[in-house]
């Protein structure tokens, strides 16, 4: 580990408990020759995603997508825009003109009970706020192209024909999985509203987060997100993608959605994961899945954290008063905000620590608690990072470029006040010498991406009819 690095995950803990906690948390600290292991696999693994005979047998599934061509700033008009993320569900209007884009948007919830009811529950919801949306904005009557951001894996047929390979994050509506979801939510809009949208494209978020950056970074060919979940996409030689079967016209390229998160799911991580990981699977809604996924993102993050905390405290080691009632002791009462929160606490008054464990109600705590609890949540999120800089690592050195932006959206990376440097640290550690990248947020990814995707469909459609951007 390098002493930049070792520095910012250090802990000042005096305890007398420290050796004793060590033992609970050491499996959270992976040398960098681990990380390389990591890349070695994950390079194989994608390999074998992207190869017509391995690609059935392989967890990491690089699809293509048919987005071909990155904006060249020239995409007018006015858009509808969806992004259903896992967590936030959005509608968007997004006006282009020339380079300038305008963007509105509203929030909508998506109940529980409909992440887990039916597909047709879900997509009627979805034509409802699609519905609403258009009436609030003036747009009755108008006919706007749609461009959906849907961020779950789909084997893509067509730039709007994409059927869900399965459910993650915290979905699992019935009857949608192998069906085409352009073609549920047009039936929904038909049974829900009078609108007059066609879907021109089906995008997932990194698709998306990447064609918002390459709008201003012509050097952007990578998008990551790390938010409710974690993925990744890249631009590829056709030459390269063996499952292509689309035609081989200029520009000889697509982006490729990883679908990352799977990394691990047959085994091929167990040789890092901890024993917190694994209770964390069992009890989660698709055991055995999204393996990696489970160790970075924001779903997922803040309730390793408690895990740890809840063993640690079963074994006396922390807040030795506690209430057994508290929310410590309840399954995923623990926020990933959390851990952001208490990760910006820098001095010895630890206040937002201290709002966090009265948030959650442990009583009696001591400043040598809050030391512990800040510790804990250095290494998860450290690992977290450096296990997103080595996938990143792996698709730099893959491609082998002189010099390359990432960019990257999600409210992980957004909002947690270490995240970016840990893994620019851990990258340069990682990426072969002389390739030179740089981690650039993308603002308003996902929903201003799709409505991209959209426009360049709509100006290639306009020009040269091909069924591809
Ligand atoms: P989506 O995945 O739907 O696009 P986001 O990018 O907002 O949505 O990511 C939501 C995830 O980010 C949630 O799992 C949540 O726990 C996590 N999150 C929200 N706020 C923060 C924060 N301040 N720090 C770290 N993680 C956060
Ligand atoms: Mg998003």
């Given at each position: 580990?390098?002493?930049?690095?070792?520095?910012?995950?250090?802990?000042?803990?005096?305890?007398?408990?420290?050796?004793?906690?060590?033992?609970?948390?050491?499996?959270?600290?992976?040398?960098?020759?681990?990380?390389?292991?990591?890349?070695?696999?994950?390079?194989?693994?994608?390999?074998?995603?992207?190869?017509?005979?391995?690609?059935?047998?392989?967890?990491?599934?690089?699809?293509?997508?048919?987005?071909?061509?990155?904006?060249?700033?020239?995409?007018?008009?006015?858009?509808?825009?969806?992004?259903?993320?896992?967590?936030?569900?959005?509608?968007?209007?997004?006006?282009?003109?020339?380079?300038?884009?305008?963007?509105?948007?509203?929030?909508?919830?998506?109940?529980?009970?409909?992440?887990?009811?039916t597909g047709q529950q879900l997509f009627d919801h979805i034509a409802d706020c699609i519905?609403?949306?258009?009436?609030?904005?003036?747009?009755?009557?108008?006919?706007?192209?749609?461009?959906?951001?849907?961020?779950?894996?789909?084997?893509?047929?067509?730039?709007?024909?994409?059927?869900l390979s399965k459910w993650t994050k915290g979905f699992r509506c019935e009857g949608v999985?192998?069906?085409?979801?352009?073609?549920?939510?047009?039936?929904?809009?038909?049974?829900?509203?009078?609108?007059?949208?066609?879907?021109?494209?089906?995008?997932?978020?990194?698709?998306?987060?990447?064609?918002?950056?390459?709008?201003?970074?012509?050097?952007?060919?990578?998008?990551?997100?790390?938010?409710?979940?974690?993925?990744?996409?890249?631009?590829?030689?056709?030459?390269?993608?063996?499952?292509?079967?689309?035609?081989?016209?200029?520009?000889?390229?697509?982006?490729?959605?990883?679908?990352?998160?799977?990394?691990?799911?047959?085994?091929?991580?167990?040789?890092?994961?901890?024993?917190?990981?694994?209770?964390?699977?069992?009890?989660?809604?698709?055991?055995?899945?999204?393996?990696?996924?489970?160790?970075?993102?924001?779903?997922?993050?803040?309730?390793?954290?408690?895990?740890?905390?809840?063993?640690?405290?079963?074994?006396?080691?922390?807040?030795?008063?506690?209430?057994?009632?508290?929310?410590?002791?309840?399954?995923?009462?623990?926020?990933?905000?959390?851990?952001?929160?208490?990760?910006?606490?820098?001095?010895?008054?630890?206040?937002?620590?201290?709002?966090?464990?009265?948030?959650?109600?442990?009583?009696?705590?001591?400043?040598?608690?809050?030391?512990?609890?800040?510790?804990?949540?250095?290494?998860?999120?450290?690992?977290?990072?450096?296990?997103?800089?080595?996938?990143?690592?792996?698709?730099?050195?893959?491609?082998?470029?002189?010099?390359?932006?990432?960019?990257?959206?999600?409210?992980?990376?957004?909002?947690?006040?270490?995240?970016?440097n840990l893994m620019s640290l851990k990258m340069q550690e990682l990426v072969k010498p002389?390739?030179?990248?740089?981690?650039?947020?993308?603002?308003?990814?996902?929903?201003?991406?799709?409505?991209?995707?959209?426009?360049?469909?709509?100006?290639?459609?306009?020009?040269?009819?091909?069924?591809?951007?």
């Open positions: 580990m390098s002493s930049k690095i070792a520095k910012t995950c250090q802990c000042d803990v005096d305890s007398e408990c420290f050796c004793e906690i060590e033992a609970f948390v050491k499996g959270f600290k992976l040398s960098t020759l681990t990380y390389k292991r990591v890349m070695h696999l994950l390079n194989q693994e994608m390999n074998n995603g992207l190869k017509e005979h391995t690609h059935h047998v392989a967890d990491i599934k690089m699809f293509p997508t048919f987005v071909r061509s990155l904006p060249d700033g020239s995409e007018n008009g006015d858009f509808l825009a969806l992004d259903l993320g896992g967590t936030n569900f959005r509608v968007l209007l997004v006006k282009l003109n020339k380079g300038d884009v305008d963007i509105q948007s509203k929030t909508y919830l998506i109940p529980q009970r409909i992440m887990l009811g519905g609403k949306f258009v009436r609030d904005h003036d747009l009755v009557g108008q006919k706007l192209p749609l461009g959906f951001t849907f961020s779950f894996p789909c084997r893509q047929e067509g730039l709007a024909k994409a059927r999985v192998g069906e085409d979801i352009c073609h549920l939510l047009h039936e929904a809009l038909r049974r829900r509203t009078n609108c007059d949208v066609e879907i021109v494209a089906i995008v997932n978020d990194a698709v998306g987060t990447l064609m918002s950056a390459a709008h201003t970074d012509r050097d952007c060919e990578i998008g990551l997100i790390l938010g409710t979940g974690c993925n990744a996409c890249y631009m590829e030689k056709l030459d390269n993608v063996g499952l292509w079967d689309g035609d081989y016209t200029h520009p000889e390229q697509v982006i490729i959605n990883t679908e990352w998160g799977a990394f691990g799911d047959n085994g091929c991580l167990d040789f890092l994961r901890t024993e917190y990981d694994r209770e964390l699977d069992t009890f989660s809604i698709n055991p055995g899945k999204q393996v990696l996924e489970k160790m970075i993102s924001g779903m997922y993050m803040g309730e390793i954290v408690r895990l740890v905390l809840e063993r640690l405290a079963m074994e006396g080691l922390i807040f030795r008063g506690a209430d057994r009632d508290c929310y410590l002791f309840e399954r995923g009462k623990f926020y990933t905000k959390y851990v952001s929160e208490i990760e910006s606490d820098h001095d010895e008054f630890f206040r937002n620590t201290k709002q966090v464990l009265d948030e959650i109600g442990v009583e009696n705590y001591t400043t040598e608690d809050c030391k512990i609890v800040k510790y804990v949540c250095t290494l998860i999120s450290a690992r977290a990072a450096f296990l997103s800089a080595a996938g990143l690592s792996t698709l730099i050195n893959k491609k082998n470029k002189g010099d390359m932006t990432i960019a990257v959206d999600g409210s992980l990376y957004r909002f947690h006040p270490r995240f970016h002389g390739l030179k990248f740089r981690l650039q947020l993308s603002h308003d990814g996902s929903g201003k991406g799709a409505a991209l995707v959209a426009a360049v469909a709509m100006r290639l459609r306009n020009s040269i009819k091909q069924e591809c951007v």
